[in-house]
């Protein structure tokens, strides 16, 4: 079973920067399409981003489109998150998700599994 962790989380100021990580277990990670989603208090966890499996097709939500860049490096098992250009509704716990196969997940029922998630805190 693949085993999920994020990290890079943290407290920025609005239009600051931040990189996530997710680090996945596993000799199978180029075989998972992958995601983030984040849940901000009292919110419903939703989609953020998601990568192909060669890391060639990437798809974002509106709201970060431009601001966010989706990346993984499959010789390390690692997918990134760029966040740039932060605003205070971007503060939430981002999640790292994988999907088995080829198709991108961009819903809660599409995932496969999860990470335990990171918070990213964003000040006005």
């Known amino acids: 079973q693949v085993q999920l962790v994020e990290s890079g989380g943290g407290l920025v100021q609005a239009g600051g920067s931040l990189r996530l990580s997710c680090a996945a277990s596993?000799?199978?990670?180029?075989?998972?399409?992958m995601g983030w989603f984040r849940q901000a208090p009292g919110k419903e966890r939703e989609f953020v981003a998601a990568?192909?499996?060669?890391?060639?097709?990437?798809y974002y939500a509106d709201s970060v489109k431009v601001r966010f860049t989706i990346s993984r490096d499959n010789a390390k098992n690692t997918m990134y998150l760029q966040m740039s250009s932060l605003k205070p509704e971007d503060t939430a716990v981002y999640y790292c998700?994988?999907?088995?196969?080829?198709?991108?997940?961009?819903?809660?029922?599409?995932?496969?599994?999860w990470g335990q998630g990171t918070q990213v805190t964003v000040s006005s």
């Open positions: 596993g000799r199978t990670f180029n075989s998972y399409a």
């Open positions: 998700a994988i999907r088995r196969g080829a198709t991108m997940p961009a819903s809660l029922h599409e995932v496969d599994a």
């Open positions: 990568i192909s499996r060669s890391g060639r097709s990437t």
